[in-house]
């Protein structure tokens, strides 16, 4: 389980956000996860980069969004970083309220959950936000 912590920073580009992914993957891989597990983790890294991009830096190919992925003792850690303005979790309307069924947005975040164990978002001190994903192994 010698798997190193790696950080990878792509620009806020939409075609950068399969790179993100594919190193997450292989690290996942590296570290023995299954198949079905590898189909959580790329779904999942894949909504919170585009995120980051699209959401958090707006497109705005100045800023970077960062992802570290660690090998912790409950499993994989991935975070993700962007430089925007940040937002509130609880702020984003439920995609499972029936008000709220037919709307585009807001569904990320449910996605999220179902397909890694643990998802926290928080305010960076330096501005923008951070999501934390753990993947049990």
Request: aromatic content about 12%; glycine content about 8%; overall charge negative.
């Given at each position: 389980m010698g798997v190193n912590k790696e950080t990878i920073t792509i620009s806020s580009k939409i075609e950068m956000i399969d790179e993100a992914v594919t190193r997450a993957?292989?690290?996942?891989?590296?570290?023995?996860?299954?198949?079905?597990?590898?189909?959580?983790?790329?779904?999942?890294?894949r909504e919170a980069v585009a995120n980051a991009v699209k959401h958090g830096n707006k497109l705005d190919e100045s800023k970077n969004v960062e992802m570290t992925l660690g090998?912790?003792?409950?499993?994989?850690?991935?975070?993700?970083?962007?430089?925007?303005?940040g937002?509130?979790?609880?702020?984003?309307?439920?995609?499972?309220?029936?008000?709220n069924l037919m709307k585009e947005n807001g569904r990320g975040?449910?996605?999220?959950?179902?397909?890694?164990?643990?998802?926290?978002?928080h305010n960076h001190p330096e501005g923008g936000m951070l999501v934390r994903m753990v993947k049990l192994l």
């Open positions: 993957v292989e690290y996942a891989k590296a570290l023995g996860f299954a198949e079905d597990a590898i189909f959580g983790i790329d779904m999942a890294v090998n912790g003792p409950e499993g994989m850690e991935i975070t993700v970083r962007d430089h925007g303005r937002f509130h979790v609880e702020d984003v309307p439920d995609p499972t309220n029936p008000e975040i449910l996605f999220m959950q179902n397909f890694v164990n643990t998802v926290e978002w």
